[in-house]
Nanobody, 122 residues
Framework: QVPLIESGGGLVQAGGSLRLSCAAS????????MAWFRQAPGKEREFVAG????????NYADSVKGRFTISRDNAKDTMYLQMNSLKPEDTAVYYC???????????????WGQGTQVTVSS
């Protein structure tokens, strides 16, 4: 059973917006640090944005600062990524992940979703 389920990906023109959601499945992640990562073809998986379990601390990759906003609703066990001013270089498969540690290091994330494709056309 996949513990995290992403949704909201799709095809959008440059400058457009998308909102990704990540819902817990089968267990709660309300006390976990959660994050979004992305992987473009031929590239390594990279950190996009992260949020601590109470939501008091957020962190963003430089490439998305000012354009993306991460948030979470622990009552719904759901995390979100609002993506505005999308660029073609944002095209990738986006994954949500959860870690029991306060970290944004990809290797320390134990639970992953299957990913959702985001494609930004120029």
């Amino acid at each position: 059973q996949v513990p995290l389920i992403e949704s909201g990906g799709g095809l959008v023109q440059a400058g457009g917006s998308l909102r990704l959601s990540c819902a817990a499945s089968g267990r709660t992640f309300s006390t976990y640090t959660m994050a979004w990562f992305r992987q473009a073809p031929g590239k390594e998986r990279e950190f996009v944005a992260g949020i601590t379990w109470k939501g008091g601390n957020t962190n963003y990759a430089d490439s998305v600062k000012g354009r993306f906003t991460i948030s979470r609703d622990n009552a719904k066990d759901t995390m979100y990524l609002q993506m505005n001013s999308l660029k073609p270089e944002d095209t990738a498969v986006y994954y949500c992940a959860a870690s029991p540690l306060r970290t944004y290091d990809v290797i320390k994330y134990d639970y992953w979703g299957q990913g959702t494709q985001v494609t930004v056309s120029s």
